[in-house]
């Protein structure tokens, strides 16, 4: 049998595929609300006892290893929502969150093997289908996966183990509380029996949930805190079809969209009699994405609602006919409308115009310096100002970036009168199952989403409204339909990182004693400050206040968002600061943590100063900081967001005078590392992201129209400039665990300045530090 | 429209299609081989890259009517078992992070290991210098690289 996954495929109880991501806005992590239900636990009463599930995804992948084939059950139960135990023992562990390269489709299955006591070599890793009955926030962002699923994957394990024990003890007539499990197998010491899980699952399967279960001591962990490999990575590694790009089905057409080529255009008319005389091409026609009046949701941002599309046989005469398509395109009129926001509303203003980015620049540095709002006050700072000896101030800006992950943004659909299917890459199937139902006039029950596994997507996926074109092209042809957005589709179709702008300054008295403290930030069309992080509640007088400059080109959350610019300005501001007081610039942060720790300023402050400290105290040991070593150039960071807390030491050698990273080393307190290997690799991924973002990445306007729209214009880092070597240590603090997927790349941005300013006497505070964005596209 | 006859990992496929249709659209759309990626169309990422004969080529810019009889070999040829050194040093040092670029990353490792057996890191960077991983997974390739030289 060598039936490959992703076409179709579909087991009894899976309505959905799914992949996952690693960003998200700071508002859904700390607004979606999440619940672990007993209800999660129930077990299927159709499955229970016996139903033969096939179609399992290793058996498609046509290699499964020889212990796999040995293995292969006759039947499988049911246990839980999140696992099934065939009766020889093997596991079927579901994944419940979409997987986007942050590897928890691997790590999310080893939190619940452990406490169910299996042995991993006989887990099978499923996507699990999109059921919010069932599984709660299956979202891809604000690095919330594990930390959100740490109770409830642990409680689906050791309540399936819970239940394995009591059927043994009830077929063997002994107390439960005598049985003992081990690496798949149940042990009754005194009477000397033992029995594999697989003999007991059906068993288990009528045994009724427990009401509380005990779960495991961190001391008595076998796979958390082990290394596993990506449980797709054979797959991956022989071209196996995983992702939206490589789904297909019978009859499926090719879609392609046009849209304005620019920010604050329209579309007034189009021609299409040339594309629809062309080879394999089945119809061109206009589509709005949404309709006006319908309710949408914060995921449903978009930059263009009208679109043409053209619908054929194949991509390249699809490719070919979309260029045979002229158009004629209007200006905008400026509106503001009122978007639901997490249970509120919110006014989002897009005015009128062709847009520059000088123009922006321009906007953003007349904003830092009128009047802002004011976000947190603590003391006077006003008067601390008035009297100090010295003022440092310096401003730091950054552009607009595209996500740009490398699967294009795609998505199939086929839309019928009663039902749609949609499957592709998305990180937010929960909330688009809604507009799709919405757009569509379908009930939600009729809405099926399958989650493919994505490649990448860094936030841009979390705006699904590709989805929703998809569904409407499939609606309006009345066949299945794969829409695929060419790479300058995907890069001109904004949902950008926001510009950026922030000035931040520093009152010293006489004796270059800190007095007060004050950051003043904003973007187009977003701020990114985060007004209670440190060094809030470290100084006595501070002020952060903010401000935001009006647009019509669309933004969305990107890899940490807002952390990803503000952190890289405020550390770089903290080098200059500890070099102006003379001061080291560990040793400057890690006085301030004290005071923090030990008299905090204000209340509201939303970091552990202890754990941050934690951090700098450990690169400092690790990194050998304070030697000196000839031609090398260090720099330092370190940043709290997403719950995580990481110090950065860049080191740089000047070589040609051209600087080259030679080593990267990070501190990272994420709490309870449930899976090293890949921890250690999106560690590494969120290093080499900061970095190239922050040194050549830009997204430039010119009437409207962004100057970059493939990689050959817009720079993403490459081989030769990621760094050298990278070393990641992790606090072991036995702490729950929080975020990894985001938290990496912002304060290594902060590092690189620090070290740039070393190797080149330099500091750097525009964004991208190594190209200038005016030489780009 | 016009028939091409093509050896692709081996076997003889013929399709009809427009002769300017690039190779990555003809594995993907006509023979269903969707293991070579698409990433920009432009070949400028190395989503897409497969061999010619022994060279590493980008499939989105190289149109069916300029393959000849070269042979080419697509990831899902690169071995019978998934079993290619390079495959298995790609799984030894767990590589990928979303894993979309990494066909394209292994196909030209391949191609560079052929060439020279026991490339230095400069060498190695320069010649992956072409292939984006957006994940950033650079340290871990060059580390797989490293290890399949060793084992080839």
């Known amino acids: 049998m060598c039936k490959e ?36 636990f129930i077990k299927s009463s159709a499955l229970a006892g016996g139903g033969v599930m096939i179609g399992f995804s290793w058996l498609a992948s046509c290699k499964p290893t020889p212990e796999q084939l040995l293995s292969m059950p006759k039947e499988w139960f049911k246990i839980n929502g999140f696992l099934k135990i065939g009766d020889n023992g093997v596991v079927t562990i579901m994944s419940p969150n979409p997987e986007i390269g942050q590897n928890v489709k691997t790590s999310m299955p080893m939190i619940v093997a452990e406490e169910l006591d299996v042995d991993w070599k006989y887990v099978i890793v499923e996507q699990a289908p999109l059921d919010t009955s069932i599984f709660s926030r299956q979202i891809a962002g604000g690095s919330q996966a594990i930390r959100h699923g740490w109770e409830g994957l642990r409680m689906a394990g050791a309540t399936a183990r819970q239940m394995l024990k009591e059927a043994a003890a009830k077929t ?47 001391s008595e962990y076998k796979i958390i805190g082990t290394s596993r490999n990506n449980v797709d990575g054979q797959k991956i590694v022989t071209g196996k079809p995983l992702f939206g790009l490589d789904y297909k089905k019978e009859g499926m057409l090719i879609a392609m969209i046009v849209h304005p080529p620019a920010f604050g255009l329209k579309l007034k008319s189009f021609d299409d009699a040339a594309a629809k005389a062309m080879p394999g091409i089945k119809d061109v026609f206009k589509i709005d994405v949404y309709k006006e009046g319908d309710e949408t ?3 449903d941002t978009l930059s263009f609602n009208e679109l043409v599309v053209v619908v054929g046989n194949s991509t390249w005469e699809v490719m070919n006919a979309k260029k045979a398509i002229t158009c004629e395109w209007e200006q905008i009129k400026s509106k503001e409308i009122e978007v639901p926001f997490f249970g509120k509303t919110k006014k989002v203003a897009t005015p009128s115009g062709l847009e520059n980015t000088d123009d922006h620049l321009a906007q953003m540095i007349a904003a830092s310096k009128s009047a802002a709002t004011t976000v947190r006050k603590d003391g006077d700072p006003e008067a601390a100002f008035k009297k100090a000896a ?38 937010t199937p929960e909330f688009m199952e809604k507009s799709a139902s919405t757009r569509l006039g379908l009930p939600l029950e009729k809405i099926d989403i399958q989650m493919t596994r994505m490649g990448g997507g860094f936030g841009r996926r979390l705006y699904g409204h590709f989805l929703v074109e998809a569904a409407v092209i499939s609606q309006k042809v009345n066949a299945p339909v794969k829409l695929i957005y060419s790479r300058e589709d995907d890069m001109t179709t904004g949902i950008y990182r926001p510009a950026y702008h922030a000035t931040y300054r520093a009152a010293l008295d006489e004796n270059k004693n800190l007095l007060a403290f004050h950051v003043k930030t904003g973007g187009v069309p977003e701020s990114s400050l985060s007004a209670n992080r440190f060094p809030a509640g470290a100084v006595d007088n501070y002020l952060a206040e903010e401000w935001t400059v009006t647009s019509n080109v669309s933004v969305g959350a990107f890899r940490a968002p807002g952390s990803n610019f503000i952190a890289g300005a405020e550390q770089s501001f903290l080098d200059e600061l500890a070099e102006t007081m003379g001061k080291d610039p560990i040793d400057l942060r890690l006085e301030w943590l004290e005071k923090a720790k030990t008299s905090p300023v204000g209340k509201d402050n939303d970091y552990e100063a202890e754990r941050y400290a934690g951090v700098l105290q450990l690169i400092k040991e690790k990194s050998g900081w304070g030697k000196d070593t000839a031609g090398l150039h260090r720099g330092v960071a370190a940043y709290f967001c997403h719950n995580s807390y990481v110090a950065q030491i860049v080191d740089i050698e000047m070589k040609d005078n051209e600087p080259t990273i030679k080593k990267v080393t990070a501190a990272v307190d994420c709490g309870i590392v449930i899976n090293p290997v890949a921890a250690t690799n999106l560690a590494e991924g969120g290093i080499i992201d900061g970095i190239g973002h922050g040194s050549y990445s830009a997204i430039t306007l010119k009437d409207g129209v962004p100057q970059q729209n493939n990689f050959n214009t817009y720079r993403l880092i490459r081989h030769k400039e990621a760094p050298k070597q990278i070393e990641v240590h992790f606090v072991d603090n036995k702490k729950d665990p929080t975020g990894l997927g985001e938290p990496l790349n912002p304060p290594v941005i902060g590092a690189l300045a620090n070290a740039l300013y070393k190797a080149t006497g330099k500091r750097y505070y525009d964004q991208p530090f190594l190209v200038d964005p005016k030489l780009m596209g | 429209m016009a028939t091409f006859n093509l050896n692709i990992n081996g076997t003889n496929q013929t399709v009809d299609v427009d002769p300017t249709t690039p190779i990555l659209w003809v594995l993907r759309d006509h023979l269903d081989m969707v293991g070579t990626k698409f990433g920009c169309g432009i070949a400028s990422c190395g989503a897409c890259t ?31 078992s998934g079993d290619h050194p390079v495959q298995k040093a790609w799984l030894e040092h767990d590589v990928p992070q979303c894993g979309y670029c ?26 992956m210098h072409g292939n984006l991983c957006r994940c950033g997974t ?4 060059k580390a797989a690289v490293k290890t399949a030289a060793k084992n080839m």
């Open chain 2, 102 to 127: 990494q066909a394209g990353q292994i196909m030209t490792a391949v191609a560079l290991l052929k060439e020279n057996a026991n490339p230095s890191d400069d060498e190695i960077e320069s010649v």
């Open chain 2, 50 to 80: 497969i061999h010619l004969d022994d060279t590493a080529v980008r499939a989105c810019v190289l149109p069916i009517s300029v393959v000849g009889d070269k042979k080419i070999t697509t990831i899902e040829g690169l071995s019978e």
């Open chain 1, 297 to 299: 949701q914060w995921c």
């Open chain 1, 390 to 427: 010295t003022i440092l101030e310096r401003s730091y800006t950054a552009p607009f970036l595209a996500h740009s992950p490398l699967e294009p943004m795609n998505f199939f659909a086929h839309v019928t009168a009663d039902k749609a299917e949609l499957v592709g890459p998305i990180q």
């Open chain 2, 138 to 141: 650079y340290t871990r390739i």
């Open chain 1, 5 to 40: 996954v992703s076409q179709n495929h579909r087991s009894q109880n899976q309505k959905i595929t799914r992949s996952p991501d690693r960003q998200i806005t700071k508002y859904l992590m700390t607004l979606v609300k999440i619940s672990h239900g007993r209800r999660s």
């Open chain 1, 172 to 218: 063997w007539g002994v107390p439960v509380s005598e049985i003992t499990t081990e690496a798949s197998m149940i042990h009754h010491k005194n009477s000397g029996k033992s029995a594999g899980y697989g003999e007991m699952a059906s068993a288990a399967a009528s045994i009724p949930v427990p009401k509380e279960v005990k779960l495991k001591e961190i």
